[in-house]
T-cell receptor, first 111, second 116 residues
Framework: KQEVTQIPAALSVPEGENLVLNCSFTDSAIYNLQWFRQDPGKGLTSLLL?????REQTSGRLNASLDKSSGRSTLYIAASQPGDSATYLC??????????FGKGTKLTVNP | DTGVSQDPRHKITKRGQNVTFRCDPISEHNRLYWYRQTLGQGPEFLTY????????KSRLLSDRFSAERPKGSFSTLEIQRTEQGDSAMYLC??????????????FGPGTRLLVL
């Protein structure tokens, strides 16, 4: 059974810092890994999707890496802003269509 | 806006009542998913449809839960005889079946259910 763990559970940083969120998964037989953002009481917004054959994806200030063999992914956020404050969720998709999510990292960026 | 929409956004009900939620996916998407999210947890998969066919159901989907997608467009999720443990955010997502690669799932705003 696939299990996804995200560390840390919560993170508070001052504006402008670069930061890294971590995600690990137990079964390396995945098709892709996705990072989502969730604002309080809202749905999920897709940030980045990395196919299993890829090592990383970039979008603006976000960079996600994937090391499938070790079961790890990181989300790097450069020059953090207060508007980045949200919960960041990591999810993997295997042979089934379902996404398996971690519990998320709650990020607070202080002005 | 042509994103995934869900209705209602909030629902308060008494234990034992039935509730029904609706999801309208992005129009050209043929796959539709339901997830449930409780406080402090990530979403958990419930079921998914390809067109009108329900292809996978989680063990979380007890016999009190039923989902339909009658014409391959919108979907409904019904919970019968609600229990307090059903209180959660119910999220719907949709995607287009990729020819080669699995595509990202686009999520709606969710329906927050509170069972008193």
């Amino acid at each position: 059974k696939q299990e996804v763990t995200q560390i840390p559970a919560a993170l508070s940083v001052p504006e402008g810092e670069n930061l890294v969120l971590n995600c690990s998964f137990t079964d390396s037989a995945i098709y892709n890994l996705q990072w989502f953002r969730q604002d309080p009481g809202k749905g999920l917004t897709s940030l980045l999707l990395i196919q299993s054959s890829q090592r990383e994806q970039t979008s603006g200030r976000l960079n996600a890496s994937l090391d499938k063999s070790s079961g790890r992914s990181t989300l790097y956020i450069a020059a953090s802003q207060p508007g980045d404050s949200a919960t960041y969720l990591c999810a993997v998709q295997g042979g089934s269509e379902k996404l398996v999510f971690g519990k998320g990292t709650k990020l607070t960026v202080n002005p | 806006d042509t994103g995934v929409s869900q209705d209602p956004r909030h629902k308060i009900t008494k234990r034992g009542q039935n509730v029904t939620f609706r999801c309208d996916p992005i129009s050209e998407h043929n796959r539709l998913y339901w997830y449930r999210q409780t406080l402090g947890q990530g979403p958990e998969f419930l079921t998914y449809f390809q067109n009108e066919a329900q292809l996978e159901k989680s063990r979380l989907l007890s016999d009190r839960f039923s989902a339909e997608r009658p014409k391959g467009s919108f979907s409904t999720l019904e919970i019968q005889r609600t229990e307090q443990g059903d209180s959660a955010m119910y999220l719907c997502a949709s995607t287009q079946l990729g020819l080669v690669l699995k595509e990202t799932q686009y999520f709606g705003p969710g329906t927050r259910l509170l069972v008193l």
